[in-house]
């Protein structure tokens, strides 16, 4: 467009000059006509800017990392033709977006052209390079004149289907448990207790009249339009410490860290799953609210997926804050996976507070915070904070090495 603008700049300016320094009528009328051109290539393009109908099509919605193929489509209603339509492409990276503002986010363009009264089909790849819930719109479609000079708006009420989204899965990993760390997990048991109930939905302890402040959720529906009164369902009490793995994805997190640590809660709960060991996944959604799921299945694996991929950045030790004042599990083993910036010594003041007291306060009976990276100097205060350590990649944090691992 700048290239036929120059070019008819000069166009201008020949013909002004030879207005100016002929009297013949020709180059009179020859000027006029050259100012008036851009004027009707206007009004030649107009009615294809208001016939315009486009659309976006989506052809896999979950997929791997790697192209992606967006279907842009539509129809040119007008009888005439358009020698160049623009559409502009948005896509945004929700995993990891903290106040509106997402870590990921590019613009593409396409240019068409577009037969009179025929439709059209493009087909566009998008490179996905990092996992997560990748947000698709088309921001604004343009027609150009048949100059090449402008480029004139379509009406966004001409748009159908003009946003999507993809979600995009973090690679396959490979994670297991020792022998050792089996009974701890409970992989080797499935014993509940007679004489007190639990959490875990999967087992019934008893069945009860409903009684203020009784979970909704525990409402067994169909028994209590039976008879005629509400029954409440009590969960079991596992006697094997149950897993509970707790996310936190830090607002400094870059792309790469938060799809290593998805990638990680992943391959342990295929692991865990694989010998059906229920285990549960828990975050902090955008509102703030703690979101948990026990893990017994593919299908509920796989329900969880959708929000997983939307992770919403955090501030540090949000999360963990979040689960210890709305949980008290003395009997699970509470991982809590962290991308990000790990510990701030002398900083993280309360943090340091809440991890010395998470077993005395009954949150859970053991912690081991997994991050991706961890010094020395890190991994010495948090021992001493009676939490362990355990990096994303299954190896322990060696204490004789002086360098970063």
Known sequence: MTGNRIVYFYVVLISFSLFVLSDLYLFHLFFIFILLLPAVSLL??????????????????????????????????????????????????????????YTESSEESVRLSLAPGRAFSHRLPLEM?????????????????????????????????????????????SRTIETDDAADLGLDSATYSTKKPGN????IFQLRDYREGDARHSIHWKLSARMDRLIVREFGLPLNPSLHF?????????????????GTVLAF????????????????????????????????LAAALHELLA???????????????????????????????????????????????????????????MPQRCSVEQTRALRSLGCEVQLMDGSIPDLTAEVEL
């Not at 990392?65 to 539509?74: E, N």
């Not at 955008?286 to 509920?300: N, P, R």
């Not at 991982?335 to 701030?344: D, P, Q, R």
């Not at 010594?345 to 077993?359: F, H, I, M």
């Open 44 to 101: 030649a393009v107009l009615p294809v800017s208001r016939a315009l109908r486009y659309g976006m099509e989506v052809e896999d919605d979950i997929l791997p990392k790697g192209d992606c193929y967006v279907a842009i489509t539509g129809k040119n209603a007008s009888l005439l033709p358009c020698a160049c339509a623009r559409i502009r492409l948005s896509r945004r990276n929700a995993l990891g977006r903290m106040d509106g503002r």
């Open 129 to 173: 390079a990092h996992c997560g819930r990748v947000d698709l719109s088309i921001l604004r479609v343009e027609v150009c004149d048949l100059l090449g000079l402008f480029f004139l708006p379509v009406p966004k009420k001409n748009g159908r289907s003009v946003s999507g989204s993809v979600y995009v899965l973090p690679e396959l990993q």
């Open 200 to 203: 875990d939905p999967s087992e």
């Open 246 to 262: 707790l996310l936190e994805l830090r607002a400094d997190a870059d792309s790469a860290a938060a799809e290593y640590m998805l």
């Open 269 to 300: 709960s295929e692991y865990l799953m694989a010998r059906n060991a229920v285990h549960s996944i828990s975050w902090l959604g955008e509102e703030g609210m703690l979101h948990t799921i026990s893990v017994s299945g593919a299908d509920t």
């Open 311 to 369: 992770l919403p950045g955090q501030k540090r030790w949000s999360t963990l804050e979040t689960f210890a004042l709305q949980n008290a599990q003395s009997e699970t083993h509470l991982v809590y996976m962290v991308a990000g910036s790990i510990w701030n010594p002398g900083v993280d003041e309360n943090a340091e507070r809440l991890l010395e007291s998470l077993v005395d306060l009954g949150v859970c009976r053991r912690m081991t915070l």
